[in-house]
């Protein structure tokens, strides 16, 4: 079993930046792809980025090229999650996610994660 804790979270104004952190403990970290992903009152959950576990390659939607950086640290157990620009439609409740799945590429859907953090909460008011 792995448990996920994100934290980092906060409420900023538009522009500003925020730092995500997932810390894992239970299992093998360094051969899981990680992701994050947030949800929104009301919608889906969405792909926000992933990076895997072999070459720590990276992944993101259009929606946040550019703005946002995924990276991890194995020795730490953890995962980061920079955000920068952030924009009011950012705001969401951010998830981090495990696949235990040696994929060479990382899912960017949901069904593709064994494990879940319980979410860290971002608002960003215009």
């Known amino acids: 079993q792995v448990q996920l804790v994100e934290s980092g979270g906060g409420l900023v104004q538009a522009g500003g930046s925020l730092r995500l952190s997932c810390v894992a403990s239970?299992?093998?970290?360094?051969?899981?792809?990680m992701g994050w992903f947030r949800q929104a009152p009301g919608k889906e959950r969405d792909f926000v980025a992933a990076?895997?576990?072999?070459?720590?390659?990276?992944f993101y939607p259009d929606s946040v090229k550019g703005r946002f950086t995924i990276s991890r640290d194995n020795a730490k157990n953890t995962v980061y999650l920079p955000m920068n620009n952030l924009q009011p439609e950012d705001t969401a409740t951010y998830y981090c996610a495990a696949d235990e799945t040696p994929r060479l590429r990382p899912e960017t859907t949901p069904p593709g994660y064994d494990y879940w953090g319980q979410g860290t909460q971002v608002t960003v008011s215009s």
């Open positions: 239970g299992r093998t970290f360094s051969s899981y792809n």
């Open positions: 990076i895997s576990w072999i070459a720590a390659r990276t």
